[in-house]
């Protein structure tokens, strides 16, 4: 009877914390739900626990990631939310010292190596960015999978192929994508002398990016001045971080 009583709250907590017109796939245990936009959305342990939210920010190279990523976790912090600020490539780990030499010019990989690498640095950090969320701590993410998948098919790879190593990454609850012309972009500070920071191949890595866009994405016009970029990020998150603190559960990529 108590287990009963416990599906069915969650069942209940799913309707109400996810707004979006979705059909429960099993009532007796939920681990799946049915999205009006026909996908799956496979959900991940209790569904009515508090928790952080995952909040991703993509762009192209210099739409101002690092800059809102900043801002946004000291407005959060200064209303008492617990949260911390991840990257990736995360360039501290051994993966992530592979990614960063290829990244400066100073080693050469195989395209499909480099995207696994990529993959693997985000693997790598997976069960501690679900302990940190479900220990209520909100994570602002630079770049995400959406960065692996954009950059990599941008190259030629399949774009199936780049998604399928990102299966069963922790799904963001927002992702920010920064929209602003490559050649805005490129105008801002200039280029470093990375490996993808060339205009005709950012272009490229534009439009690969829009393939990927879903339901958990708000589109930024990054070309405003970053006061106001910050004000709508700001409104933005803090309804997300209130959605999770509720009780949405997790979910994992690509099934929303
Ligand atoms: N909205 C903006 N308007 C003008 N310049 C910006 C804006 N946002 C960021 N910048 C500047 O552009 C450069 C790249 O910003 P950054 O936040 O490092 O971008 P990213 O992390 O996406 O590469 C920095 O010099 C930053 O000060
Ligand atoms: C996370 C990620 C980044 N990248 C690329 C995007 C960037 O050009 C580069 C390094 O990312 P980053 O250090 O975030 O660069 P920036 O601050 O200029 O945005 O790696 C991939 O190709 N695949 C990935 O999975």
């Known amino acids: 009877m108590a287990a009963f009583h416990l599906r069915n709250f969650g069942v209940l907590a799913v309707r109400r914390s996810l707004n979006l017109g979705l059909n429960i796939s099993c009532k007796r245990s939920v681990r799946s739900i049915r999205m009006e936009n026909g ?3 496979n959900l991940m342990g209790a ?12 762009g192209l190279d210099r739409s101002g990631k690092t800059s809102q990523c900043g801002k946004l976790l000291s407005y959060l912090e200064g209303l008492g939310h617990s949260v911390e600020l991840w990257r990736f490539p995360d360039r501290t780990t ?8 290829y990244l400066t010019n100073k ?5 499909h190596t480099i995207h696994l690498l990529f993959s693997a640095n985000r693997w790598e950090k997976r069960s501690m960015m679900e302990a940190k969320l479900k220990a209520g701590t909100t994570l602002i993410v630079d770049r995400y999978s959406y960065s692996g998948v954009a950059f990599s098919s941008a190259k030629g790879l399949d774009f199936e192929w780049c998604k399928a190593p990102e299966n069963g990454l922790i799904a963001p609850d927002l992702v920010v994508y920064l929209d602003i012309p490559p050649e805005k972009a490129a105008e801002r500070g200039g280029y470093g002398g990375e490996r993808y920071e060339q205009l005709e191949f950012q272009k490229k ?7 990927l866009e879903d339901s958990s994405w708000k589109m930024i016009d990054a070309s405003q001045c970053i006061e106001d970029v910050e004000k709508q990020v700001e409104e933005i998150v803090l309804e997300h971080v209130v959605t999770c603190q509720k009780g949405k559960p997790l979910s994992s990529l690509w099934s929303c």
């Open 47 to 58: 569904s009515n626990e508090s928790r952080g939210a995952l909040v991703v920010f993509e």
């Open 94 to 101: 051994s993966v992530g010292q592979m990614i960063s030499a």
């Open 205 to 211: 890595v534009a439009q690969h990016y829009k393939l």
């Open 107 to 111: 080693s050469q990989l195989d395209d």
């Open 39 to 41: 996908n799956n959305c």
